[in-house]
């Protein structure tokens, strides 16, 4: 069970919906820690790749899940996610990353042996946890929760510039496409599916930006 006394605020939605940066904001101005739960999910992916491991075997991915050696250490702006030690920023922001962890994510198996990984970064005085699931089943006495939604085009818009900033290629029609692929399997699989926590705030970002979105957060939470 969580420490009561350790303040948790999830903020689940789908690929592109904004709530990494707003998660980094919120963690941020309450002086928390942070969790990027997609990050776990996207190293046990790229250690699949890495071993040529048949992503949809459940039996060959699941053992990697028991034995997955990382760490996030503080950088400048966003944290440096190492895999057996080894720095793979670059690699862990790419789509193919992300489309492979959405693969093995889809798993009871590995959902339920990354479950301890993801509660030890509960500390005081708080942490904010982003993914899919944080407030429905790894947190659900989370203090706050936050459901993140915005429009597939918008998030594909999104994706695509900052893609773009981080100096990778990208076509805008194929993102759209890859998220209308990556939404449907992670709202349909059969356990932990994208969906709203029923105490959950839905908040719907695509006419907000960044600032408004962080703020309207910030109020609700300073509020009660
Ligand atoms: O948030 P992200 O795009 O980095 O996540 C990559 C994939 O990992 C996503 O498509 C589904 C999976 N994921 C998950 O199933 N549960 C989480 N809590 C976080 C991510």
């Known amino acids: 069970m969580q420490d009561e006394n350790v303040f948790v605020v999830t903020i ?11 998660a980094l904001n919120v963690a941020r101005e309450l002086g928390f820690h942070l969790l990027d739960s997609g990050a776990i999910y996207r190293l046990l992916a790229l250690k699949a790749l890495q071993q040529g491991i048949d992503l949809d075997d459940e039996q060959q991915v699941a053992p990697l899940a028991e034995e997955l050696d990382i760490r996030f250490e503080a950088g400048d702006e966003l944290s440096i996610p190492f895999l057996d030690n080894v720095d793979v920023s670059a690699e862990l922001r790419q789509e193919r990353t992300g489309d492979a962890a959405s693969r093995v994510a889809r798993h009871p198996l590995v959902r339920e042996r990354l479950l301890s990984l993801q509660r030890g970064f509960v500390r005081p005085p708080g942490l904010v946890a982003d993914g899919r699931d944080m407030g429905t089943v790894v947190f659900p006495d989370a203090r706050f929760k936050f459901f993140l939604y915005a429009s597939p085009e918008i998030r594909a818009q999104r994706r695509y510039k900052q893609l773009k900033n981080m100096g990778l290629s990208a076509n805008i029609a194929q993102l759209q496409a890859d998220i209308a692929e990556r939404d449907e399997r992670d709202q349909s699989r059969s356990v932990s599916p994208l969906v709203p926590a029923e105490d959950a705030l839905v908040v719907e970002s695509s006419l907000l930006d960044l600032a408004q979105v962080t703020e309207l957060v910030l109020s609700h939470i300073r509020d009660k």
Do not use: A, Q
Not at 12 to 22: A, E, N, R, T, V
């Open 12 to 22: 689940d939605g789908p690929s592109g919906s904004g709530k990494g940066s707003l």
